[in-house]
């Protein structure tokens, strides 16, 4: 840097002045004690002093900088740029905000919000108090919920809450229509589980769709109970019991039945969501979707390709190989 002050370099001056070869400083020469003059009009009362540092000191610091600026070939104002940065400096120090355009140095705002009926500005929490919520006085009303808990008889539900009779028939009836697509489907496994019909595979597949409906059933049932409705169950028909069909044959004809069901059933659960809806009952319409609508469509779909299948293959020998499939 020494080299670069005492050497010059031939580039555009950064000051008012223009830097010559042979040039010693790129600095204009000032009147002795303006610089200290400078300093003390740009502090405000309680800044910080900065006439201690010897002049020497500043004299190089300032060149150095001005220096560095040339290098660089970037075109500023040293004088302005100097005594902006004293203000800055000594503004900052003072505690005040200093002006350079709407922008200076960034503190936090010292506000304190408290909304209207707050109890104490002690209980705030990150400076916002909110009304306390007396929960005890409500239920303990003349009509709130602890009166009806005390007046209500043993044969009532303690747990029934916005729970409309619409919704616990709805559901109801849905149980018995689970309980009923399994009574059938239990039909069919004992139809092809013959000696003389000889399809284990549809067999053990109407099997298993016996046992999900009837876990299906098992689990309104249980919905039923917790939400403090009472279980009604309805008589179930007498399932058909022969399968067997002349131009389609016993295994195209029971999975064209199962199909039907299947639609049926989803018909049905949209009735119970429907109802749900409805009354206004966000808990069992959340239900119906969660655990049965989308399970439904992958059952009707899976059914679908089934009788797709059966119808594809006719009624030969194709139907063993097919039974056969189902089994693994």
């Known amino acids: 840097l020494k080299s670069n002050i005492s050497g010059g370099f031939p580039s555009r001056s950064t000051t008012r002045h223009e830097a010559r070869w042979g040039n010693k400083s790129f600095l204009p020469k000032q009147k002795k004690g303006a610089g200290r003059q400078r300093d003390e009009e740009n502090c405000v009362d309680g800044g910080v002093d900065d006439r201690q540092p010897k002049r020497t000191n500043e004299r190089t610091s300032r060149r150095v900088s001005v220096t560095i600026i040339v290098m660089f070939g970037v075109s500023v104002s040293t004088k302005k740029w100097l005594s902006r940065a004293s203000s800055v400096r000594c503004a900052a120090a003072a505690g005040k905000r200093p002006e350079s355009g709407g922008r200076g140095l960034w503190s936090p705002r010292q506000e304190s919000v408290v909304l209207p009926g707050a109890l104490n500005k002690q209980d705030a929490i ?3 108090t909110l009304e306390a919520f007396d929960g005890v006085s409500e239920v303990t009303t003349k009509s709130g919920e602890l009166d009806q808990i005390e007046s209500s008889q043993p044969s009532e539900s303690f747990a029934r ?144 390709t089934y009788v797709s299948q059966l119808r594809r293959i006719g009624k030969g020998e194709a139907v063993w190989h097919f039974d056969r499939a189902l089994a693994n």
């Open 126 to 128: 990150t400076g916002l």
């Open 161 to 304: 809450k916005m729970y409309a009779s619409e919704c616990e028939a709805a559901v109801n009836r849905q149980i018995n229509i689970e309980y009923s697509i399994s009574y059938l489907y239990h039909s069919m496994y004992a139809f092809f589980d013959r000696d003389n019909v000889g399809l284990p595979g549809f067999a053990q597949y109407f099997k298993e769709e016996s046992e999900e409906e009837r876990g299906h059933a098992e689990k309104l049932l249980e919905y039923q109970n917790k939400r403090g409705g009472k279980v009604v169950l309805g008589a179930l028909m007498s399932p058909i019991t022969e399968f067997d069909h002349a131009d389609k044959g016993e295994a195209l004809y029971a999975m064209e039945l199962a199909l039907s069901l299947e639609k049926l059933n989803y018909e049905k659960l949209v009735d119970v969501h429907r109802v749900a809806d409805e009354q206004g009952d966000p808990s069992l319409t959340d239900f119906i979707e969660g655990e049965y609508l989308e399970e439904q469509v992958e059952a009707i779909k899976k059914v679908s």
